[in-house]
């Protein structure tokens, strides 16, 4: 399973075991070399598992990349690309996905994840950390372990420089050629009131406007260049933006801007006046929201006290967001929604008040559906893709359990009210998707089709939903009768869909083919009929551990960092979760409770499935002298295959790190 974000990671080292080598299809960013371990003695190497779906492996990549160029002539970063979805094996995806995210390292491609079980990783993404000398002295999963890095880093630095076992110089990543064009990567489009449209161009770090024939360009807005700058068209800056909405006219006069954005890394609301392109931020700090964060209050729907001061709403500014992935307009609410990939949730924004806050999700990442009032049980994995039915219903792609999902909005606008407020009788309905590890192509009726990692949605006029399903490369049909069917194929990552004005009858799109760097107009037949095609089922697969049927002691070991202790000022400082697929797979065991070990009941007619677990503990400075100490909320998740065979281990640990 994909992690959560953990806040710290502990910098202990491990004993001294020699790194296992580096095995796979083949290497990019090398020129065409192979690289060994052998080549790399003397430098610090930090292997990053990835896996080019996952937000948390993009989240991790962009924390290294200062650490990168600080020390580019000592630290050696290799990502090891271990696939989930069967997509993301082909070569070719995996060299547009180093293209399109700016990997600015050497990536050994291993697709049968040999490399991955050699260092026994558990999970997207996990870091191990290689001496000089070839020798792993840390190994951690998940993301936020920036500054613990940057101490080990420097602690082994000038260790194997006072040994000699150092060496300086240039590394064994060799850059791409650029590829030049009008759209890079882009990720999503709307039409204008003037009949263009308006591209988030993720790979310019910017947005294009088009003219009507989705080809010629018409203007930019920014410099193409990363970072996080309001001003005009011709200096702001943007990192990797995906979705974007138009404003009512009544509410762009109100707030002089006319379209929001979907900043994903800047993780920041832009606001874009397009009379003369002026950009800026509306929310979020341009800092990621971590799990745990103790300057922030959780983002917790149904807890709207914890996102006003004194009754209002908090300066929108100062509320870190979390990879914000694309943005709808919702009339009955008077707010966007916001897919806010990074944390597994939905939020709300009132561009009038500026009130930012979260209204589903419970930051768990699967597939579990809510009721009215219980929007904040309801979980979410990396959702991508918004757009508001004829009839008010949100319809969303949410990308990591491969799902089409229906969210009904809340009562009608209330412009006294907060938006949680205004989204309190929201309800989350899945219409097709089984969980994180099920995928495929396959049509027919809803409950039993499967897509592989949509990005993005387009409800019709007809209460039909069209799919941009990402990883297929194709565009499937959602029909209000409950069954899926196949309208287009052959498309390279589709991630958005424009609806253009009806012509003879027919019904025109507008898809943005992100790995092809372009817009593809499709015209779709009147009766959007559609093929009704089946290429097979999916299941990620990953090394299994072995487990004994019947008692199983789980241990999930947690060590406070140096200096920190168990905090227990507010309650139990522990949480553990477990839960299994299939349910049937535990007979006892399941649920949430305080200690970190629990005895499992493992089912002995079950032959395998897999274990989901949570686990949580608080920490704090231990010095008492310390006035206002330092605390975090250590979190992780694992999602571990296990195959049930007689004689085998009836422990099983995993590391919670501290």
């Known amino acids: 399973m994909l992690f959560t974000s953990p806040v710290t990671a502990s910098t202990s080292r491990l004993p001294r075991v020699r790194a296992s080598e580096l095995v796979g299809r083949g290497w990019l960013n090398t020129g065409g070399a192979q690289v060994s371990l052998a080549d790399l003695r003397g430098k610090i190497v930090l292997l990053d598992f990835w896996t080019f779906c996952c937000i948390n492996c993009l989240h991790v990549l962009d924390e290294l990349r200062e650490l990168e160029e600080q020390h580019r002539d000592v630290l050696v970063i290799v990502g090891v690309h271990s696939p989930k979805f069967a997509h993301e094996a082909d070569p070719d995806a995996l060299a547009a ?55 080990l880093v420097e602690e082994l630095i000038a260790e194997h420089e006072a040994k000699g076992t150092l060496h300086r110089g240039g590394g ?156 709808t307009w919702v009339p009955a609410t008077g707010t966007a929604l916001v897919a806010m990939a990074g944390n597994h949730q939905l939020w709300a924004f009132d561009p009038v008040t500026g009130a930012v806050e979260p209204v589903a999700g419970s930051m768990n990442e699967g597939l579990e559906d809510g009721a009215a009032g219980a929007a904040g049980d309801t979980w979410f994995a990396q959702p991508s893709g918004l757009s508001l039915g004829p009839d008010g219903t949100i319809w969303l792609a949410d990308a990591e359990t491969s799902a089409l999902r229906r969210i009904g909005p809340g009562p009608a606008a209330d412009r006294v009210a907060g938006p949680a407020d205004r989204w309190a009788a929201i309800t989350v309905d899945t219409e097709v998707g089984s969980g994180l590890y099920d995928f495929g192509h396959r049509d027919g009726a809803a409950d039993q089709a499967l897509l592989q990692h949509p990005l993005g949605v387009a409800a019709l006029p007809d209460g039909s939903v069209l799919i941009a399903d990402t990883y297929n490369g194709a565009v499937r049909r959602w029909s209000p009768d409950g069954q899926v069917s196949t309208l287009a194929t052959g498309l390279a990552e589709p991630s958005g869909i424009v609806l253009l004005p009806a012509a003879d009858g027919d019904l025109t799109v507008l898809v943005v083919e992100s790995a092809a760097h372009r817009l593809t107009r499709i015209t779709l037949p009147s009766t959007l009929a559609g093929e009704i095609l089946d290429a097979g089922a999916h299941r990620t697969a990953r090394p299994a551990t072995d487990v004994a049927p019947g008692e199983l002691t789980l241990d999930v070991v947690f060590t406070p960092a140096a200096g920190q202790k168990y905090d227990d000022r507010y309650g139990p400082s522990t949480q553990l979760t477990v839960s299994s697929s299939p349910p049937e797979l535990l007979l006892d065991g399941e649920g949430r409770d305080i200690p970190l070990t629990r005895g499992l009941r493992i089912n002995p007619e079950v032959a395998e499935g897999v274990l989901h677990i949570a686990a949580r503990a608080a920490s704090c400075d231990a010095d ?6 330092a605390c975090h909320l ?25």
């Open 97 to 151: 996905a180093v293209e399109r995210y700016e990997v600015h390292h050497p990536v050994l491609d291993d697709p049968e994840l040999v490399t991955w079980s050699a260092y026994t990783a558990r999970a997207w993404p996990t870091l191990v950390v290689i001496d000089p000398e070839g020798y792993i002295v840390a190994q951690m999963a998940g993301e936020g372990h920036l500054s613990n890095l940057r101490v």
């Open 172 to 327: 064994v990543y060799v850059p791409p050629e650029p590829v030049a064009g009008t759209l890079r990567f882009p990720a999503k489009a709307v039409r204008l009131p003037s009949g263009n449209l308006l591209v988030a161009d993720a790979g310019h770090h910017g947005l294009a406007e088009l003219a009507a024939d989705g080809e010629t360009l018409v203007r930019r807005i920014g410099t193409g260049e990363r970072g996080l700058v309001d001003g005009d068209a011709a200096a702001a800056r943007f990192s990797e933006p995906n979705g974007l909405t138009l404003l009512p006219a009544e509410v762009a006069e109100q707030v002089g801007y006319d379209v929001l954005v979907a900043d994903t890394v800047n993780h920041a609301l832009r606001g874009v006046r397009l009379s003369d392109g002026a950009v800026r931020t509306v929310a979020g700090t341009g800092a990621q929201y971590l799990v745990g964060d103790p300057t922030v209050p959780a983002p917790l729907p149904g807890r709207p006290e914890l996102w006003r001061v004194d009754g209002a709403p908090r300066d929108p500014l100062t509320v870190p967001l979390s990879s914000p992935w694309d943005v």
């Open 634 to 658: 250590n979190s992780q998740e694992w999602g571990v295959p296990v195959r049930v065979v007689a004689g085998a281990a009836s422990e099983l640990t995993l590391p919670l790190h501290g």
């Open 624 to 629: 008492p002298s310390i006035e206002f100490p």
